[in-house]
Structures are given as C-alpha cells and as structure tokens.
C-alpha cells in the first residue's frame, strides 16, 4: 500500500508565506508526475502546480509567480512554497502522485488526505 501524508497548512495573513510537504510511503519503485490540487468551499477541485519526475512544472495561472513546486525524489516527498497568500487562495490542498511499486507498473494515482489553507485579511 502506498499513503501520502500531507504537512504544512495553517492560518497565515494575507501576504504571508506556507510550505506545504506531501510524503509518500510504501511499497513505492518510483513516482512519476506528482502535483497540488486545492478545493474552495463550493467549489470544484483544481489544479494548483504539478511536476514531473524530471523537473517540468506546470502552474494555474493564479499562482504563476507566487507558488513554487519542488520535489526531493531520494525522499518521496513533494512541497509547494506558497508566497504573497491571498484570501482566494483559501482551501483544502491536496497533493497526489502516480506511484510504481515495480518496474512494469503503470502507475496508480493516490492522493493524500488534504491540509486545510486559511488566509486571513
């Protein structure tokens, strides 16, 4: 079985600053694409930032410039450095991968359990 755990959420001021972590444990051989979604209140689930295993990231135009994915693959784990937080940027975030646990997998998506990002005016 493959978990990812997310850490990092909290309450933050406008203009503030999180890094979030995402750590994938298990029977893992390799994790490919890995990426952050987030949901608003009455909103569907979007895509924040994603990364490939070689590096490529990919933004929403809304964090272009203010968030900054990042992963340490001899570690399994993801990050998202939010800076300059808005109010808008409020939601659950969760991260996901596509997780081999051999060699001619194709790879499953899981997703991690959500954090809670709340920013204050």
């Known amino acids: 079985q493959v978990q990812l755990v997310e850490s990092g959420g909290g309450l933050v001021q406008s203009g503030g600053s999180l890094r979030l972590s995402c750590a994938a444990s298990g029977s893992i051989f390799s994790i490919n694409a890995m990426g952050w979604f987030r949901q608003a209140p009455g909103k569907q689930r979007e895509l924040v930032a994603a990364?490939?295993?070689?590096?490529?990231?990919n933004y929403a135009d809304s964090v272009k410039g203010r968030f900054t994915i990042s992963r340490d693959n001899a570690k399994n784990t993801q990050y998202l450095q939010m800076n300059s937080l808005k109010p808008e940027d409020t939601a659950v975030y969760y991260c996901?991968?596509?997780?081999?646990?051999?060699?001619?997998?194709?790879?499953?998506?899981?997703w991690g359990q959500g954090t809670q990002v709340t920013v204050s005016l």
């Open positions: 990364i490939t295993v070689g590096g490529m990231t």
């Open positions: 996901n991968a596509i997780v081999l646990v051999q060699a001619t997998d194709p790879g499953t998506l899981y």
